[in-house]
């Protein structure tokens, strides 16, 4: 059973939005009690982590994104979520989810968004 199941990516223009999900499987990974992150792998590039919320909701988010990306999680549905507006071609990566800091056996397959005229 994958752990995180990330989906919503796709192909979109620069300007564009896109809104991420990570679902976590429930009988193994509960995000209510953990901080969790989404982190975003580029080609050629080390993965890097994008944004962090943690279990009382407080939000950080790397320069780069700072303003046009939004971490939230929906405890309820064990889901957390990335709303990514006015999107560029530098935000075109594989994305994952996994609690922060990482667990390195909690990787899923990633959800592929590319920014492309």
């Known amino acids: 059973q994958v752990p995180m199941a990330e989906s919503g990516g796709g192909l979109v223009q620069p300007g564009g939005s896109l809104r991420l999900s990570c679902a976590a499987s429930?009988?193994?990974?509960?995000?209510?009690?953990?901080?969790m992150g989404w982190y975003r792998q580029a080609p050629g590039k080390q993965r890097e982590l994008v944004a962090t919320i943690s279990v009382g909701d407080k939000t950080n988010y790397a320069d780069s994104v700072k303003g046009r990306f939004t971490i939230s999680r929906d405890n309820a549905r064990n889901t957390v979520y990335l709303q990514m507006n006015s999107l560029k071609p530098d935000d075109t990566a594989v994305y994952y989810c996994n609690a922060h800091p990482y667990l390195p056996d909690y990787w899923g397959k990633g959800t592929q968004v590319t920014v492309s005229s």
């Open positions: 429930g009988s193994i990974f509960r995000i209510n009690a953990n901080d």
